[in-house]
């Protein structure tokens, strides 16, 4: 079987956040989920030895615990575009809304398509994006592996992440990979079953869920005062 698109998984240690690399290999195309300024060097290295053109930087939400790598990779790589939902509250290139599509390689035989679905509770901003030809999704911080994102702050809403997960994320084919932001255990991926199934919290009533989720009493993130208002901007805090 011959290969038509790239797909690696990158890991930054100190928020421990995945970020994802995607690329059309008829065109050299290539987009890039939630990268981290403190990676972004490391991550334009890679594209360019693969010989690929970013043409999206993608954030999943407005992150709170780590700096958003947009903005860098957008100097380092010319032509890059950023990309965020359009109830995000931040900053970026291309706006995108509930069911719409992000295509790479549209010039080539091969283009990588993902689809964007609003998942917030989060935040308001929150999307997942699907790989319907990989059978994958990217949750963000909505789905982690045996998790979920925090609802306390940033717009957080327990009842709001349950209806985005059991709507548009459990709707899913149970096949389906989830490629989570983050994981705090070394676990890379997981399945949509294995959440349906083994998730502590996703395996709960809507009520049972949001008594969980208003009683965690979690730490202030923190890289909560840097990284909020610089991923408002792209990432870049000179550029208002």
């Known amino acids: 079987m011959v290969a038509t698109h790239i797909f690696r998984q990158l890991y930054e240690p100190v928020s421990s956040t ?12 290539a987009l890039i989920i939630d990268p981290v300024i403190e990676t972004a060097e490391r991550d334009a290295k890679l594209i360019q030895q693969l010989g690929l053109k970013l043409r999206y930087a993608i954030n999943t939400h407005v992150h709170a615990d780590h700096v958003t790598g947009s903005g ?22 291309v706006y ?9 390689g549209e010039s080539g035989k091969t283009p990588l398509v993902i689809e964007s679905r609003a998942t917030p509770g989060h935040t308001n901003g929150c999307t997942s994006f ?23 702050f940033q717009q957080g809403s327990a009842d709001k992440l349950y209806t985005s997960i059991q709507t548009k994320i459990f709707t899913l084919p149970d096949h389906y990979l989830v490629y989570p932001a983050h994981d705090y255990t070394g676990q ?24 969980i989720m208003n009683n965690l009493k979690l730490d202030y993130p923190k890289q909560i005062d840097k990284a909020l208002p610089a991923n408002i901007i792209c990432g870049l805090q000179g550029e208002i």
Do not use: M
């Not at 995945?18 to 195309?29: I, N, P, S, V």
């Open 18 to 29: 995945y970020t994802y690399l995607l690329a059309d290999l008829t065109t050299k195309e």
């Open 72 to 93: 860098k990779l957008k100097k380092l790589l010319p032509g890059c575009k950023s990309v965020l939902s359009n109830q995000s509250g931040g900053k970026a290139d």
């Open 96 to 104: 995108v809304e509930d069911g719409e599509f992000i295509k790479i």
């Open 130 to 152: 699907v790989w319907h030809d990989y059978g994958a999704v990217f949750t963000g911080d909505a789905v982690l592996i045996r998790g979920c994102g925090r609802t306390d």
């Open 188 to 211: 890379t991926c997981s399945s949509i079953l294995e959440e349906k199934t083994h998730n502590p919290r996703l395996t709960k009533s809507r009520e049972a869920f949001i008594e």
